[in-house]
């Protein structure tokens, strides 16, 4: 099993710029990757990003937020950030940290408890 904490998130103004960030403790040895989904009122939880815990592996951006937010590892910490900057009200949503560990041929995600994202004037 894994255990997230998240941190961050919050109320900032459109233009903004804000940063998450998520630690993971437990069998973090068979972490394959850690990332972010948002969920906001009424629509299903969508993939923000996330980032392959391997070395070289790939990172993955929504379409909607791909030159804005930038999501980085740090191995030793096992932990994941997310930057979040030009922050738009469209980006308003909870938050939610994913690990996938992988256990011989299958995989496995756990999720953290979300953290609320307000962008508003």
């Known amino acids: 099993q894994v255990q997230l904490v998240e941190s961050g998130g919050g109320l900032v103004q459109p233009g903004g710029s804000l940063s998450l960030s998520c630690a993971a403790s437990g069998s973090t040895s068979s972490l394959f990757h850690m990332g972010w989904y948002r969920q906001a009122p009424g629509k299903a939880r969508e993939a923000v ?7 070289g592996g790939p990172t993955i951006y929504a379409d909607s937020v791909r030159g804005r937010f930038t999501i980085s590892r740090d191995n030793a910490a096992n932990t994941v950030y ?7 009200p469209e980006d308003t949503a909870v938050y939610y940290c994913v ?10 995600d756990y999720w953290g408890q979300g953290t609320q994202l307000t962008v508003s004037p």
């Open 49 to 55: 990003a996330i980032v392959t815990v391997i070395s």
């Open 82 to 88: 997310l930057q979040m900057n030009n922050l738009k």
């Open 99 to 108: 690990a996938r560990l992988r256990l011989g041929g299958r995989f496995e």
